[in-house]
């Protein structure tokens, strides 16, 4: 589940709940789950580089899209447009659940944590 804190922030809770059996969803394969997990850690790492100073100092797009914004943030929308996330998905939900992972990992893992913010319009910005 996502909700909001005082501050506008995104959280992430998990829900220990189980749905009813006719509520149930069959189980995914292993081998779908290792691909899903697989591509959310390659988005992950992609986000990590996306909103790196080393993509930033050549790519101007986003560069001037993390300046207009006050809190240096990119709509989750204007990032969903780019090919490099698209190549993994293009589903928004995703991108976010690969911030979650990467905010998670070691720094050997990822050497930067990704905010995630909701501004009053609803627009979620990262």
């Known amino acids: 589940l996502v909700s909001n804190d005082n501050d506008g922030a995104l959280l992430f809770k998990h829900n220990n709940a189980l749905p009813s059996a006719q509520q149930q969803q069959p189980s995914p394969n292993k081998e779908d789950q290792s691909e899903r997990s697989t591509s959310l850690q390659g988005l992950s790492q992609q986000l990590s580089f996306f909103l790196s ?74």
């Open 53 to 126: 100073d080393v993509n930033l100092v050549h790519n101007t797009r986003a560069r001037s899209i993390i300046q207009q914004n006050e809190n240096k943030y990119v709509p989750l929308g204007s990032m969903m447009e780019y090919q490099s996330i698209q190549d993994y998905t293009s589903d928004p939900s995703m991108v976010l659940e690969a911030v979650h992972i990467g905010n998670t990992a070691t720094p050997e893992q990822s050497s930067i944590k990704i905010g995630i913010e909701e501004k009053d319009n609803g627009e979620t910005m990262i």
